[in-house]
């Protein structure tokens, strides 16, 4: 069984809803963990509404979805009497298939070709009157979503947001609306390949972004040159005490990122590249080694112009560009 979510403190109580308010139930389902959340059309997560339970390549397929459905539901039971749930929004880690609804994420191997959206949509029609829209994406396009709405690209129409964490994803807004491709995986930033890297990826290539920037990779190579610790937390307190491997490591994998940003950038013109998750606050200086690798395209100056920046949204974001599926669905494509 699943263990028992415990509330995520945020930024708003739910009495301080009024009664014109919408509110969308946010799900974002990672490679750690599962959270669900009541999220306002301000995009505000609402405290006491948000829960959160491991997922993990060691669950079975039936414990990963025990883990959806008690996030889900204990988020559901919070809705204020008198407010109806505007929608369902899911971002899931990829792959995915949009137009199914399924989920097969890398990094959760007995999920492939899942049926989430329309267990979630099930669950959801057993305990909220009314036919309630459920979406479902891939979290990078989701972080992408927020990050335009309440974020670090607000104002900017050609943008990719980014996860790095267990794994690496992406999305992609173009023009002003997102961009998800005919199966919904566009934008997966984390299966790029980067020159020079020959590190194997779960997905069968060889130096992917995310076989060598997500933050167990990162620790995995530290450790194979001599680093004692093992997370990223241990990682990030051995570079600012100045570690040599642990300087080398936070190099290594900004200097992959920059290579395919600056991929991305030469394919589709961005204008600014938003970042988050757990890994990405490992130093400060892994966004300064990834711009170093973006200025080493001197001679295209539509690559160089792009700006890549810390999320604007700390932990929320994910949850936040779930519920954006449902808020702001006049930019979906």
């Keep these: 069984m699943a263990s028992t979510p415990e509330p995520i403190p945020s930024t708003a109580t739910v009495s301080s809803v009024s009664p014109g308010t919408a509110i969308a139930l946010a799900v974002d389902l990672g490679g750690t963990k599962v959270e669900a959340a009541l999220v306002t059309d301000e995009g505000v997560v609402l405290a006491d509404s948000r829960f959160r339970t491991p997922t993990g390549p060691d669950k079975t397929s039936d414990e990963l979805q025990a883990a959806v459905d008690d996030v889900v539901t204990r988020a559901l039971a919070t809705v204020p009497a008198g407010i109806a749930l505007a929608g369902v929004g ?7 298939n949009e137009e199914h609804g399924w989920v097969s994420p890398l990094n959760m191997p007995v999920w492939r070709d899942h049926p989430l959206r329309d267990r979630v949509a099930a669950l959801v029609d057993a ?99 001599g680093f004692s610790g093992a997370t990223g937390e241990e990682l990030s307190a051995a570079y600012a005490a100045g570690d040599p491997t642990a300087r080398a490591a936070v190099e290594r994998s900004g200097r992959a990122l920059g290579q395919a940003i600056a991929a991305a950038t030469s394919l589709v013109d961005l204008e600014v590249v938003a970042i988050g998750g757990g890994f990405s606050h490992v130093s400060p200086d892994l966004f300064a080694f990834a711009r170093a690798a973006v200025a080493e395209r001197a001679e295209f100056g539509f690559v160089t112009k792009v700006r890549i920046v810390p999320t ?14 449902v808020h702001r669905a006049d930019v979906l494509r």
Excluded: Y
């Design 312 to 325: 604007g949204l700390s932990q929320d974001g994910p949850l936040i560009g779930a519920a954006a599926l």
């Design 90 to 96: 899911i971002g899931s880690a990829g792959p995915i």
């Design 127 to 225: 305990t909220v009157p009314g036919d309630v829209p459920v979406t479902l994406r891939m979290d990078g396009l989701c972080i992408t979503l927020a990050e335009h709405w309440v974020g670090a690209a607000q104002g900017h129409d050609h943008v990719m947001g980014m996860i790095i964490s267990t794994g690496v994803g992406g999305g992609l807004i173009l023009h002003g609306r997102t961009v998800s491709g005919p199966t919904g995986n566009a934008g997966h930033i984390g299966h790029v390949e980067c020159g020079g890297f020959d590190d194997h990826c779960a997905c069968g290539g060889t130096g992917c972004l995310e076989a060598i920037a997500s933050g167990p990779k990162t620790v995995a190579w530290a450790r194979k040159q």
